[in-house]
Antibody, heavy 121, light 110 residues
Framework: QVTLRESGPALVKPTQTLTLTCTFS??????????VTWIRQPPGKALEWLAR???????YYITSLKTRLTISKDTSKNQVVLTLTNVDPVDSATYYC?????????????WGQGTLVTVSS | EIVLTQFPATLSLSPGERASLSCRAS??????LNWYQHKPGQAPRLLIY???IRATGIPARFSGSGSGTDFTLTISSLEPEDFAVYYC????????????FGGGTKVEIK
């Protein structure tokens, strides 16, 4: 059974760094073609893809946030970590992690339930 | 960067009616286009991948079509549980690795 769960602070102050962890089970990020992605949804707005890390450690970022985002993985812990530096109230959103398997269904087939992050002083 | 435009933004329909949702890409994404259903307080659910293939467990009333730049998600007869927001998402080759979403279409009860 594949599961993903996001964790991190519910409240972050402007200019601070947000660190979110995705802990998953039921698959391995050492499997060729396996990826984990981060997606967010600001209140009342659309889904926004943020970053992706592949089993071969290739990393991809949304162009508009590339200088502020870092994605990494710890395969021994089955975790993927996303950091977003210098946060602003516009970064307030529900943050999701999701699985993407390049050799399987061509979409995000499993998702976490999301974690709500508010950026406010 | 590929931009996905969804229209209409809102679709007001009654249960039993047919829904047609559109997604247009700013450049060709071949058939690398997926559709998701998103309800408040829940994680999004993959409905259709590679433009026309239903994901596991998705009812046959959901179908996808299109290729290149123009795509359609059709719900043949709306059930009460189908009222939600629907997003398209692409995984084309450029920029490498980018997996962008459209702006969404809300299907609401008329």
């Amino acid at each position: 059974q594949v599961t993903l769960r996001e964790s991190g602070p519910a409240l972050v102050k402007p200019t601070q760094t947000l660190t979110l962890t995705c802990t998953f089970s039921g698959f391995s990020l050492t499997t060729s073609g396996m990826c984990v992605t981060w997606i967010r949804q600001p209140p009342g707005k659309a889904l926004e893809w943020l970053a992706r890390i592949d089993s071969n450690d290739d990393k991809y970022y949304i162009t508009s946030l590339k200088t502020r985002l870092t994605i990494s993985k710890d395969t021994s812990k089955n975790q993927v970590v996303l950091t977003l530096t210098n946060v602003d109230p516009v970064d307030s959103a529900t943050y999701y992690c999701a699985r993407f398997y390049t050799y399987g269904p061509g979409g995000f087939d499993y998702w976490g339930q999301g974690t709500l992050v508010t950026v406010s002083s | 960067e590929i931009v996905l435009t969804q229209f209409p933004a809102t679709l007001s329909l009654s249960p039993g009616e047919r829904a047609s949702l559109s997604c247009r890409a700013s450049q060709s994404v071949s058939n690398y286009l997926n559709w998701y259903q998103h309800k408040p307080g829940q994680a999004p659910r993959l409905l259709i991948y590679d433009a026309s293939i239903r994901a596991t467990g998705i009812p046959a009333r959901f179908s996808g079509s299109g290729s290149g730049t123009d795509f359609t998600l059709t719900i043949s007869s709306l059930e009460p549980e189908d009222f939600a927001v629907y997003y398209c998402q692409q995984r084309a080759k450029w920029p490498p690795g980018a997996l962008t979403f459209g702006g969404g279409t809300k299907v609401e009860i008329k």
